[in-house]
């Protein structure tokens, strides 16, 4: 089947800190694999997306790298700001155009 | 250009009662899709539908919940009989005809249910 398993929350790191949230997934076939942000009181908005092996995605300085060997799509972002405090979940999309997520990783960003 | 609009954004029943939401798709976009985000949860896709017809509904709960995409007006999703364990987000997420490929879909900003 298909399945997210994302890096536990809440993660609290100071302004310009290096960011790494962990993302490893399970699907049949070729999916395609997202990032998405969740701002208080907001809906989801798309971070960045990678549609195939090898492809990185990258929107605001967050990149996410399609791992295929690994099934792995990590985000990162070398210096986050305070404005970067959200949720942010991880998915899939395979046929039948359903997204997985995953449970999603709170992220505090402290001045 | 106004994205998905969501509403209520925050609904209280209490148990027994029916919970109705809303949700009107970006212009121009054809397929709506629900999803349910319980406390502490990612999104768990329940049902995606296309005006007058459901494409995928194996998301759904077997019992009490429904819904509908008009040829007019909004999506529904339709609650009979609220329990406490129905209290979530539900978020409702549009796209255009699929045309091969990823079809990228725009979220709304969800409705709170509360269940006392």
């Known amino acids: 089947g298909n399945s997210v398993t994302q890096m536990e929350g809440p993660v609290t790191l100071s302004e310009e800190a290096f960011l790494t949230i962990n993302c490893t997934y399970t699907?049949?076939?070729?999916?395609?694999l997202f990032w998405y942000v969740q701002y208080p009181g907001e809906g989801l908005q798309l971070l960045l997306k990678?549609?195939?092996?090898?492809d990185k995605g990258s929107n605001k300085g967050f990149e996410a790298t399609y791992r295929k060997e690994t099934t792995s799509f990590h985000l990162e972002k070398g210096s986050v700001q305070v404005s970067d405090s959200a949720v942010y979940f991880c998915?899939?999309?395979?046929?039948?155009?359903?997204?997985?997520f995953g449970t999603g990783t709170s992220l505090t960003v402290i001045p | 250009n106004a994205g998905v609009m969501q509403n209520p954004r925050h609904l209280v029943r209490r148990r027994g009662q029916e919970a109705r939401l809303r949700c009107s798709p970006m212009?121009?976009?054809?397929?709506v899709y629900w999803y349910r985000q319980l406390p502490e949860e990612g999104l768990k896709f329940m049902v995606y539908?296309?005006?007058?017809?459901?494409?995928?509904e194996s998301g759904m709960p077997k019992e009490r919940f429904s819904a509908e995409f008009p040829k007019e007006g909004p999506s529904i999703l339709r609650i009979q009989q609220v329990v406490r364990g129905d209290s979530a987000a539900y978020f409702c997420?549009?796209?255009?005809?699929?045309?091969?490929?990823?079809?990228?879909?725009?979220f709304g900003p969800g409705t709170r249910l509360t269940v006392l």
């Open positions: 997420a549009s796209s255009p005809a699929p045309s091969g490929g990823y079809n990228e879909q725009f």
């Open positions: 699907a049949t076939g070729y999916p395609s």
């Open positions: 990678a549609t195939k092996a090898d």
């Open positions: 998915a899939l999309m395979n046929t039948g155009n359903q997204f997985y």
């Open positions: 212009k121009g976009h054809s397929h």
């Open positions: 539908l296309q005006k007058e017809n459901i494409i995928d």
